[in-house]
């Protein structure tokens, strides 16, 4: 019986001697190149150089070694049609082909990257053979991620190593040649005539992978769904939370815990965030997650009901006992406790989902669907401080002021324009989104926090159009606001700050979200 032969050729060397030693024990012949082969010489296997078998070095630094018919025809052969011609020219099959790709993205994210470093990283034989294997799958198995060693390894033990199986890697190869070269033209179209690298570039390819297959329906029963995730993204978020416990996670509920998740880790540790329809309607720090939570939900116990509960810190026993006084769709947080799996557990549909630590936001990109093409803009990173912020008016604002403002500007940041977030003593008491106008809002705001008002500190996610809104919040008590500013009518708001007393705090930055 004829040796199979396995050509193993990868940039990312995780995983890559065990996977050769157990082709090795299955009875593959190892065919290598470069860097690989001495990787796996040096742990003691048996390995063929691809120069051996083509009778052709290595040239130009390696750009060209593996574009050779010997290599080519032994992967695109296909058995029982071509076995005459590979007779004729010496040409052995090839019954596995494992191949990851130059750095490329890794080099271009390096500060101060070259254009010539990144065309270097820019790979040629990789892709083909990658494709060439993927292409007559049925007869050659393809593997491009480190992650799939064993997977193959056992159904090559098993013997099912079937075309399905076959085809799945097919896919998956195809689709990492796919998103390699939209990389690729993504960073060549970044750049100006002079080099220099614009933020967004003229080509973007998205490469997506089905994550959750188990949603029920869009957000109405008549339209399908599935939950996608973008590898590239440097915001992992949802995609890689854990479902611990309840029933498969909807369309609506991933679309709210995410709204939740996003505005929670913008507050101090401990938080909770309530999110409703993807508008947080509850946010508080307090000293534990019970505390927190309780305050929250505090804000608007009737629309937290049937809402999504987020916290950036552990939920213990305490706190999961108060969630569960409250139908709840979902529960997300950095961990919980054992007594809190315990407590939640008489709840079996309520859904439990743990997300790595919360952390600022790492970048990338916010896309919008709309007829015709895509909307792309920067995601909205980072948090105004303190000294970001301008004092405009007679009185500033004072210690308690201050924490209540930035905590308000973290959530307002959140809410659907026009917004407006009350907050006292660390705790949303009126919040106020997605309104025509900014009065509107205000008064709307200033009417669910009611006598909590009295002293509190509101924000307003763009600036005052006139000093009627700014009116209504003073009306209701509110004692400092902050703003971005910018109005042309600033001086005539400013002014009415001062006439009530007000200490008003301009952010020089604004923070829409429609």
Request: glycine residues 8%; proline residues 4%.
């Amino acid at each position: 019986m004829t040796k199979r032969r396995a050509l193993l050729s990868v940039s990312d060397k995780t995983g890559i001697v065990a996977f050769a030693k157990g082709l090795a024990e299955l009875g593959f012949e190892i065919v290598s190149t470069g860097g690989t082969a001495r990787t796996l010489k040096e742990a003691g296997l048996a390995v063929r150089e691809v120069a051996e078998i083509t009778g052709f070095p290595e040239i130009m630094d390696g750009r060209v070694k593996t574009l050779h018919p010997k290599i080519h025809g032994g992967i695109l052969a296909r058995r029982g049609t071509d076995d005459a011609v590979l007779a004729e020219h010496g040409i052995a099959p090839i019954d596995l082909v494992c191949v990851n790709l130059y750095p490329f993205r890794e080099t271009i994210a390096r500060p101060g990257a070259t254009l010539a470093e990144a065309v270097e990283n820019i790979d040629i034989g990789g892709p083909a053979m990658i494709r060439a294997a993927a292409k007559n799958h049925r007869d050659v198995l393809i593997v491009v991620d480190p992650a799939d060693y064993e997977l193959v390894l056992a159904h090559l033990r098993n013997g099912d190593d079937d075309e399905g199986f076959r085809r799945m890697l097919a896919a998956k190869a195809f689709f990492h040649t796919a998103s390699y070269d939209g990389a690729i033209a993504g960073y060549l179209s970044s750049l100006a005539a002079d080099g220099t690298r614009r933020a967004l570039p003229d080509l973007l390819t998205l490469s997506l992978v089905r994550v959750r297959t188990d949603l029920r329906y869009g957000e109405n029963p008549h339209q399908a769904a599935a939950f996608y995730a973008d590898p590239d993204d440097p915001e992992r978020g949802l995609a890689e939370a854990e479902l611990l416990q309840g029933k498969p996670l909807s369309f609506n509920n991933i679309a709210d815990a995410d709204a939740a998740w996003a505005a929670v880790r913008d507050l101090p540790a401990p938080a909770c965030v309530i999110v409703k329809h993807m508008n947080p309607c509850g946010a508080a720090t307090g000293k534990d997650a019970r505390e927190a939570y309780a305050r929250a939900l505090a804000s608007d116990p009737v629309s937290a009901f049937g809402g999504i509960v987020a916290l950036n810190a552990e939920v213990d026993g305490e706190a999961a006992r108060e969630i569960v006084k409250v139908f709840t769709e979902v529960v997300i947080a950095p961990g919980f406790t054992d007594e809190a799996r315990e407590v939640f557990a008489a709840k079996p549909k309520l859904r439990l989902l743990v997300m790595p630590e919360a952390r600022p936001v790492q970048g990338g990109w916010d896309l919008r669907r709309v007829a015709g093409g895509v909307l792309v803009q920067a995601r909205d990173a980072g948090l105004v401080r303190r000294e970001d912020c301008r004092v405009v008016t007679k009185r500033a604002p004072s210690e308690e002021e201050w924490r209540d403002l930035l905590l308000a500007w973290a959530v307002v940041k959140h809410l659907k324009s026009n917004a407006i977030a009350i907050v006292k003593d660390g705790a949303s008491v009126g919040l106020n989104g997605g309104q025509t106008n900014r009065l509107l809002a205000a008064r709307l705001a200033a009417e669910q926090a009611g006598a909590r008002a009295k002293g509190a500190a509101a924000a307003s996610d763009a600036f005052f159009p006139f000093r009627d809104g700014l009116d209504a919040l003073a009306a209701a008590g509110v004692s400092a606001v902050i703003q971005p500013g910018g109005s042309v009518r600033d001086e005539e708001v400013i002014a009415a700050a001062d006439e009530h007393g007000i200490a008003m705090v301009f952010t020089g930055r604004r923070a829409f979200r429609h």
